[in-house]
């Protein structure tokens, strides 16, 4: 099993910044793609960013590239989330996802999450 606590979110205005933070426990973090994802109320669950295990693959969603950077720090087990130039329609709960080696970006692909954090973002 993999525990997963996110913390970092908050309420926001617009064209601001925050980081995400996601701690993991009870696996070889090393051996672990992360991912985040967002859910605003009354819509699917969506992906936000991934980051291969070794840190050298990252994947964003096309409503976030130039804005969000996913980054992790395996000395310390965590995968961060930085969230620049934020919009309104940025708001959500955001969930830290994990899987086992091989990076991903679809919901059902990863088996580990997080209780999410919220993220708000005033206009």
């Known amino acids: 099993q993999v525990q997963l606590v996110e913390s970092g979110g908050g309420l926001v205005q617009a064209g601001g910044s925050l980081r995400l933070s996601c701690a993991a426990s009870g696996r070889t973090f090393s051996n672990l793609a992360m991912g985040w994802f967002r859910q605003a109320p009354g819509k699917e669950r969506e992906f936000v960013c991934a980051?291969?295990?070794?840190?050298?693959?990252?994947y964003n969603a096309d409503s976030v590239k130039g804005r969000f950077t996913i980054s992790r720090d395996n000395a310390k087990n965590t995968v961060y989330l930085q969230m620049n130039s934020l919009k309104p329609e940025d708001t959500a709960r955001y969930y830290c996802?994990?899987?086992?080696?091989?990076?991903?970006?679809?919901?059902?692909?990863?088996?580990?999450w997080g209780q999410g954090t919220q993220v708000t973002v005033s206009s």
């Open positions: 996802a994990a899987r086992t080696f091989v990076v991903a970006t679809t919901v059902g692909a990863f088996d580990f």
């Open positions: 980051i291969s295990s070794g840190g050298t693959g990252t």
